[in-house]
Protein backbone atom coordinates (compact mmCIF):
# COMPACT_ATOMS: atom_id res chain seq x y z
CA UNK A 1 0.00 0.00 0.00
CA UNK A 2 1.25 3.50 -0.94
CA UNK A 3 2.13 5.67 2.08
CA UNK A 4 3.21 8.75 2.72
CA UNK A 5 4.31 8.83 6.70
CA UNK A 6 3.65 11.80 8.12
CA UNK A 7 5.87 12.52 11.53
CA UNK A 8 4.54 11.48 14.67
CA UNK A 9 4.49 14.04 17.66
CA UNK A 10 5.03 12.26 20.96
CA UNK A 11 4.67 13.41 24.56
CA UNK A 12 5.38 11.78 27.51
CA UNK A 13 6.95 10.49 30.16
CA UNK A 14 10.48 8.87 30.18
CA UNK A 15 11.49 7.27 33.22
CA UNK A 16 13.64 4.47 35.23
CA UNK A 17 11.25 2.13 36.24
CA UNK A 18 12.06 -0.52 38.98
CA UNK A 19 9.67 -3.94 38.53
CA UNK A 20 9.01 -6.54 40.85
CA UNK A 21 7.59 -9.70 38.69
CA UNK A 22 7.18 -12.97 39.37
CA UNK A 23 10.20 -13.77 37.19
CA UNK A 24 12.47 -11.76 38.87
CA UNK A 25 13.16 -8.37 40.44
CA UNK A 26 14.97 -5.55 37.81
CA UNK A 27 15.80 -2.39 38.23
CA UNK A 28 16.43 0.68 36.33
CA UNK A 29 14.82 -0.39 33.61
CA UNK A 30 14.40 2.21 30.93
CA UNK A 31 10.74 3.27 30.66
CA UNK A 32 8.14 5.96 30.36
CA UNK A 33 4.83 5.96 27.96
CA UNK A 34 6.84 8.14 25.72
CA UNK A 35 9.74 5.75 25.12
CA UNK A 36 7.38 2.59 24.53
CA UNK A 37 4.95 4.76 22.35
CA UNK A 38 7.73 6.23 20.42
CA UNK A 39 9.46 2.45 20.12
CA UNK A 40 6.73 1.35 18.90
CA UNK A 41 6.00 3.85 16.33
CA UNK A 42 9.46 4.37 15.17
CA UNK A 43 9.05 1.14 13.00
CA UNK A 44 6.02 2.73 10.49
CA UNK A 45 6.72 6.25 10.77
CA UNK A 46 9.16 9.41 11.53
CA UNK A 47 8.82 9.94 15.33
CA UNK A 48 9.53 12.98 17.48
CA UNK A 49 10.02 12.70 21.36
CA UNK A 50 9.02 15.86 23.94
CA UNK A 51 9.95 14.76 27.17
CA UNK A 52 12.28 15.45 29.74
CA UNK A 53 15.15 13.34 31.39
CA UNK A 54 17.44 14.33 34.59
CA UNK A 55 21.29 14.73 34.41
CA UNK A 56 21.16 10.62 35.96
CA UNK A 57 20.23 9.60 32.62
CA UNK A 58 22.93 8.17 30.23
CA UNK A 59 23.22 9.56 27.02
CA UNK A 60 23.86 6.31 25.53
CA UNK A 61 20.13 5.53 26.51
CA UNK A 62 18.95 8.50 24.21
CA UNK A 63 21.04 6.72 21.65
CA UNK A 64 19.13 3.23 21.43
CA UNK A 65 16.15 5.56 20.89
CA UNK A 66 18.30 7.66 17.87
CA UNK A 67 19.15 4.57 16.44
CA UNK A 68 15.92 3.28 16.04
CA UNK A 69 15.48 7.25 13.74
CA UNK A 70 13.55 8.54 16.82
CA UNK A 71 13.98 12.16 17.04
CA UNK A 72 15.10 13.37 20.56
CA UNK A 73 16.21 16.71 19.96
CA UNK A 74 12.98 17.71 21.80
CA UNK A 75 14.27 15.78 25.20
CA UNK A 76 15.03 18.28 27.83
CA UNK A 77 17.83 17.66 30.01
CA UNK A 78 16.96 18.97 33.09
CA UNK A 79 19.29 18.85 36.67
CA UNK A 80 17.50 16.51 39.13
CA UNK A 81 16.75 12.80 38.96
CA UNK A 82 14.38 11.39 36.14
CA UNK A 83 10.95 10.58 36.94
CA UNK A 84 10.99 7.08 38.12
CA UNK A 85 8.06 4.22 38.94
CA UNK A 86 8.07 1.18 41.00
CA UNK A 87 5.55 -1.05 40.03
CA UNK A 88 4.57 -4.88 41.13
CA UNK A 89 2.98 -7.70 39.47
CA UNK A 90 0.46 -10.10 40.58
CA UNK A 91 2.25 -14.11 40.11
CA UNK A 92 -0.44 -14.48 36.61
CA UNK A 93 0.55 -10.95 35.55
CA UNK A 94 -3.35 -9.78 35.09
CA UNK A 95 -2.62 -6.76 37.43
CA UNK A 96 0.22 -4.81 39.57
CA UNK A 97 0.56 -1.74 41.95
CA UNK A 98 2.37 0.82 42.19
CA UNK A 99 4.53 0.55 44.78
CA UNK A 100 6.33 4.19 44.34
CA UNK A 101 6.41 7.02 41.62
CA UNK A 102 8.73 9.70 42.21
CA UNK A 103 7.98 12.57 39.18
CA UNK A 104 11.70 14.08 39.71
CA UNK A 105 12.39 16.42 36.79
CA UNK A 106 8.81 15.61 35.66
CA UNK A 107 7.13 17.61 38.94
CA UNK A 108 8.78 21.19 36.92
CA UNK A 109 8.20 19.81 33.55
CA UNK A 110 6.36 23.02 31.25
CA UNK A 111 6.82 21.16 27.47
CA UNK A 112 8.45 22.88 25.23
CA UNK A 113 7.69 22.12 21.61
CA UNK A 114 10.73 22.99 19.40
CA UNK A 115 9.30 25.03 15.98
CA UNK A 116 9.98 21.98 13.80
CA UNK A 117 8.11 19.70 15.86
CA UNK A 118 4.98 22.37 15.34
CA UNK A 119 3.00 21.43 12.41
CA UNK A 120 3.26 18.00 12.91
CA UNK A 121 0.21 16.43 11.72
CA UNK A 122 -0.56 13.45 14.23
CA UNK A 123 0.18 13.80 17.91
CA UNK A 124 0.04 11.28 21.28
CA UNK A 125 0.11 12.85 24.53
CA UNK A 126 1.04 10.24 26.81
CA UNK A 127 -0.22 9.96 30.24
CA UNK A 128 1.05 13.16 31.86
CA UNK A 129 -0.89 15.97 34.08
CA UNK A 130 -3.97 17.31 32.00
CA UNK A 131 -3.10 20.59 31.93
CA UNK A 132 0.31 19.93 30.34
CA UNK A 133 -1.33 18.19 27.26
CA UNK A 134 -3.40 20.72 26.71
CA UNK A 135 -0.80 23.22 26.84
CA UNK A 136 1.29 20.79 23.67
CA UNK A 137 -1.71 21.66 22.00
CA UNK A 138 -1.70 25.64 22.40
CA UNK A 139 2.14 25.08 20.71
CA UNK A 140 0.81 23.05 17.46
CA UNK A 141 -0.67 23.99 14.23
CA UNK A 142 -4.08 22.40 13.95
CA UNK A 143 -3.16 18.43 13.74
CA UNK A 144 -4.82 15.81 11.99
CA UNK A 145 -5.56 14.05 14.37
CA UNK A 146 -4.98 14.24 18.20
CA UNK A 147 -4.50 11.34 20.62
CA UNK A 148 -4.71 11.18 24.35
CA UNK A 149 -3.88 8.86 27.02
CA UNK A 150 -4.87 9.37 30.70
CA UNK A 151 -5.17 7.44 34.16
CA UNK A 152 -6.78 6.98 37.53
CA UNK A 153 -4.55 9.48 38.95
CA UNK A 154 -5.93 12.48 37.23
CA UNK A 155 -9.13 11.06 36.68
CA UNK A 156 -9.94 11.58 40.39
CA UNK A 157 -7.45 14.33 41.24
CA UNK A 158 -7.79 16.91 38.08
CA UNK A 159 -11.32 16.56 37.07
CA UNK A 160 -11.28 20.33 35.68
CA UNK A 161 -8.16 20.07 33.18
CA UNK A 162 -8.82 16.53 32.57
CA UNK A 163 -12.50 17.82 31.31
CA UNK A 164 -10.79 20.37 28.96
CA UNK A 165 -8.14 18.28 27.51
CA UNK A 166 -11.22 15.74 26.35
CA UNK A 167 -12.98 18.71 24.22
CA UNK A 168 -9.79 19.06 22.73
CA UNK A 169 -8.76 15.69 21.58
CA UNK A 170 -10.13 13.29 18.97
CA UNK A 171 -8.92 9.74 20.18
CA UNK A 172 -8.83 8.96 23.68
CA UNK A 173 -6.78 5.64 24.69
CA UNK A 174 -7.00 4.18 27.60
CA UNK A 175 -7.96 0.87 29.76
CA UNK A 176 -11.33 -0.55 30.87
CA UNK A 177 -10.46 0.56 34.63
CA UNK A 178 -10.21 4.38 33.56
CA UNK A 179 -13.10 4.32 31.27
CA UNK A 180 -15.33 3.23 34.16
CA UNK A 181 -13.65 5.52 36.45
CA UNK A 182 -14.13 7.95 34.49
CA UNK A 183 -17.74 8.07 33.36
CA UNK A 184 -19.18 6.35 36.57
CA UNK A 185 -20.50 3.46 34.48
CA UNK A 186 -19.77 -0.06 34.69
CA UNK A 187 -20.99 -1.14 31.21
CA UNK A 188 -18.68 -0.13 29.13
CA UNK A 189 -20.67 0.04 26.10
CA UNK A 190 -22.36 3.03 28.08
CA UNK A 191 -19.27 4.29 29.45
CA UNK A 192 -17.85 4.66 25.98
CA UNK A 193 -20.94 6.95 24.91
CA UNK A 194 -20.44 9.14 27.93
CA UNK A 195 -16.99 9.74 27.28
CA UNK A 196 -17.74 10.26 23.61
CA UNK A 197 -20.18 13.29 24.47
CA UNK A 198 -17.41 14.98 26.79
CA UNK A 199 -15.19 16.00 23.65
CA UNK A 200 -13.01 12.63 21.98
CA UNK A 201 -15.04 11.50 18.81
CA UNK A 202 -13.39 8.45 19.22
CA UNK A 203 -12.45 6.21 21.89
CA UNK A 204 -10.36 3.34 22.37
CA UNK A 205 -10.99 1.09 25.12
CA UNK A 206 -7.83 -1.46 26.63
CA UNK A 207 -8.70 -4.74 28.04
CA UNK A 208 -5.20 -6.18 28.32
CA UNK A 209 -5.22 -9.93 27.43
CA UNK A 210 -9.09 -9.24 26.05
CA UNK A 211 -8.17 -7.02 23.39
CA UNK A 212 -9.19 -3.66 22.58
CA UNK A 213 -12.69 -2.24 21.67
CA UNK A 214 -13.02 1.03 19.67
CA UNK A 215 -16.02 3.42 19.56
CA UNK A 216 -16.61 5.71 16.94
CA UNK A 217 -19.15 7.80 14.50
CA UNK A 218 -18.63 3.83 12.31
CA UNK A 219 -19.75 1.77 15.26
CA UNK A 220 -18.01 -0.41 17.48
CA UNK A 221 -14.67 -2.12 16.54
CA UNK A 222 -13.24 -4.82 18.50
CA UNK A 223 -9.59 -6.05 18.00
CA UNK A 224 -8.14 -9.89 20.10
CA UNK A 225 -4.90 -9.71 22.02
CA UNK A 226 -2.49 -12.06 20.54
CA UNK A 227 -2.30 -14.77 21.84
CA UNK A 228 1.17 -15.89 23.29
CA UNK A 229 2.46 -18.75 24.89
CA UNK A 230 4.27 -16.44 26.87
CA UNK A 231 4.19 -13.38 28.53
CA UNK A 232 7.16 -11.85 30.66
CA UNK A 233 6.74 -8.10 31.61
CA UNK A 234 3.53 -6.25 30.75
CA UNK A 235 5.04 -2.90 31.39
CA UNK A 236 4.32 -0.21 28.32
CA UNK A 237 1.99 -2.55 26.46
CA UNK A 238 -0.72 0.01 26.44
CA UNK A 239 2.05 2.95 24.92
CA UNK A 240 3.50 -0.16 22.68
CA UNK A 241 -0.64 -0.20 21.97
CA UNK A 242 -1.55 3.97 21.06
CA UNK A 243 2.60 4.33 19.36
CA UNK A 244 1.67 1.67 16.90
CA UNK A 245 -1.74 2.48 16.18
CA UNK A 246 -1.19 6.39 15.79
CA UNK A 247 2.17 5.13 13.92
CA UNK A 248 0.03 3.39 11.73
CA UNK A 249 -2.45 6.15 10.85
CA UNK A 250 0.45 8.55 10.46
CA UNK A 251 2.46 6.38 7.73
CA UNK A 252 -0.82 6.36 5.50
CA UNK A 253 -1.78 9.78 6.24
CA UNK A 254 -5.46 8.71 6.85
CA UNK A 255 -7.92 9.23 9.55
CA UNK A 256 -10.43 7.39 8.56
CA UNK A 257 -12.84 5.03 10.02
CA UNK A 258 -11.19 1.92 8.41
CA UNK A 259 -7.57 3.29 8.86
CA UNK A 260 -8.46 3.77 12.03
CA UNK A 261 -9.60 -0.33 12.24
CA UNK A 262 -6.48 -1.67 10.41
CA UNK A 263 -4.37 0.31 12.71
CA UNK A 264 -6.33 -1.37 15.60
CA UNK A 265 -4.39 -4.67 14.27
CA UNK A 266 -0.87 -2.84 14.55
CA UNK A 267 -1.51 -1.48 18.04
CA UNK A 268 -2.33 -4.58 19.05
CA UNK A 269 0.60 -6.50 17.46
CA UNK A 270 3.11 -3.77 18.97
CA UNK A 271 1.24 -4.61 22.07
CA UNK A 272 2.36 -8.03 21.75
CA UNK A 273 5.57 -7.48 20.85
CA UNK A 274 5.96 -5.24 24.21
CA UNK A 275 5.28 -7.89 26.42
CA UNK A 276 7.61 -10.25 25.32
CA UNK A 277 10.51 -8.94 26.88
CA UNK A 278 11.27 -7.30 30.18
CA UNK A 279 10.93 -2.81 29.82
CA UNK A 280 11.03 -2.67 26.17
CA UNK A 281 13.89 -4.94 25.12
CA UNK A 282 11.52 -6.44 22.50
CA UNK A 283 10.21 -3.13 21.28
CA UNK A 284 14.00 -2.00 20.59
CA UNK A 285 14.81 -5.17 18.62
CA UNK A 286 11.94 -5.97 16.27
CA UNK A 287 12.18 -5.95 12.77
CA UNK A 288 10.03 -4.97 9.59
CA UNK A 289 9.89 -8.67 8.52
CA UNK A 290 8.40 -9.77 12.37
CA UNK A 291 6.03 -7.24 12.17
CA UNK A 292 4.95 -8.21 9.04
CA UNK A 293 4.88 -12.06 9.79
CA UNK A 294 2.70 -11.23 12.86
CA UNK A 295 0.03 -8.78 10.99
CA UNK A 296 -0.17 -11.89 8.92
CA UNK A 297 -0.72 -14.52 12.14
CA UNK A 298 -3.49 -11.48 13.07
CA UNK A 299 -5.21 -11.71 9.98
CA UNK A 300 -5.53 -15.19 10.28
CA UNK A 301 -6.70 -15.17 14.19
CA UNK A 302 -9.84 -13.02 12.96
CA UNK A 303 -10.63 -14.86 9.41
CA UNK A 304 -13.68 -16.96 9.80
CA UNK A 305 -13.62 -17.96 5.83
CA UNK A 306 -16.13 -15.81 4.08
CA UNK A 307 -19.42 -14.50 5.10
CA UNK A 308 -21.20 -15.43 8.59
CA UNK A 309 -24.69 -14.75 7.76
CA UNK A 310 -27.75 -17.08 9.74
CA UNK A 311 -31.05 -17.35 8.21
CA UNK A 312 -33.64 -19.81 9.91
P1 LIG B 1 1.69 1.02 30.96
O1 LIG B 1 2.17 -0.34 31.41
O2 LIG B 1 1.33 1.05 29.50
O3 LIG B 1 0.64 1.58 31.85
O4 LIG B 1 2.94 2.01 31.08
C1 LIG B 1 3.95 1.84 32.01
C2 LIG B 1 4.89 3.03 31.99
O5 LIG B 1 4.21 4.19 32.49
C3 LIG B 1 6.10 2.81 32.88
O6 LIG B 1 7.27 2.73 32.08
C4 LIG B 1 6.12 4.01 33.83
O7 LIG B 1 7.38 4.64 33.87
C5 LIG B 1 5.09 4.97 33.27
N1 LIG B 1 4.30 5.62 34.33
C6 LIG B 1 3.83 5.06 35.48
N2 LIG B 1 3.16 5.98 36.23
C7 LIG B 1 3.21 7.15 35.55
C8 LIG B 1 2.72 8.49 35.78
N3 LIG B 1 2.06 8.82 36.91
N4 LIG B 1 2.95 9.44 34.85
C9 LIG B 1 3.63 9.12 33.72
N5 LIG B 1 4.12 7.90 33.43
C10 LIG B 1 3.93 6.92 34.32
Not at 121 to 141: A, C, K, T, W, Y
Not at 153 to 175: K, Q
Not at 240 to 263: E, Q
Amino acid sequence: MAHMTSPLLIVGSIAFDDLDMPSGTFRDVVGGAATYSALAASLLTPVRVVGIIGDDFPDANLERLRARGIDTAGIERANGKTFRWHGRYSADLTSRVSLDTQLNVFADFSPKIPDPYRASPFVMLGNIHPSLQVDVLRQVERPKLVAADTMNFWISGEPEALAEMLRRVDLLVINDEEARQLSGIQNITKAAADIRKRGPSQLIVKRGEFGALLFDEAGTFFVPAYPLEKVVDPTGAGDAFAGGLMGYLARYGDTSPFALRRAMFFGSALGSFCVEGVGPSRLEGITKGELSTRIESFCSLVDYGGQLTFSG
